[in-house]
């Protein structure tokens, strides 16, 4: 039995020391990077950025482990004294700092433009999917109260309206309100409310013969819509 254990723990002892040899070699991967912002003026937003990098990572292996396991940003404070510039990729820029080389780097450079943040009060556009049951006919919508809207000047100027997240009347027979959330993903903004009621109409389809005069002859007309407008 204390044979077994001398051998188990050589075997150990000898994976730690071949473990510990390996990890003091050199590697290399590509891995793409992160890249984060802080503004220090609080009026300022990031209007278009790059979001990545792809580089080389090398180091020995307990570097890459360390690195792997952090999974660090590229981090960059922007003061906002410029609107638009450029900056160089280095691996000083890395938060939590880490013992590895990036080369290559690709972008090299990456760019920024920061703009103007604003307020504007802009109606709500619902976003209607499906169709109603066959037999019904969608009418239309109605939201009983604007958004206050804030972001990017330059975004906010091109916006009349901004839509909700996709609402189904797939099926639906009869009117009904929802709570639609505003749909701001991918924009850079922020709105109050982020959700609003709408109400949403859907008929029933009738026919109707309605008579149509012609000089001194009429004909009779079938005609197709919502009740409501043809009873």
Known sequence: MKEFNRLILALL????IWAYAKLNEDYQFVHRIRVEY???????????????????????????LKFKFENPSLFYFLDGSKLE???????????????????????KVIMYSLDRITTKILPVSPTIRGNPKLGYIYLGWSVSENVTV??????LENLDSIPTYPIDITGKTRDFEVLAEVFTEGLNLKVNPKKVRVFIMIDSL??????????????????QGPSRILS
């Not at 937003?45 to 570097?63: I, M, P, W």
């Not at 804030?150 to 975004?155: A, D, L, Q, Y």
């Not at 009738?206 to 005609?223: C, E, Y």
């Open 206 to 223: 009738i026919t109707r013969t309605v008579p149509v005069f012609l000089g001194d002859t009429s004909i009779n007309v079938k005609i």
């Open 150 to 155: 804030e972001g990017p000047r330059r975004i």
């Open 85 to 107: 510039g450029t900056l160089e990729v280095s691996p000083s820029n890395l938060k939590p700092s880490q013992n590895v080389s990036l080369n290559p780097i690709q972008p």
């Open 38 to 64: 802080e503004i220090s003026d609080k009026n300022l937003t990031l209007l278009e950025g790059t979001d990545s990098v792809t580089s080389l990572v090398s180091g020995k292996g307990f570097a890459l």
């Open 13 to 16: 002892i000898s994976l730690i």
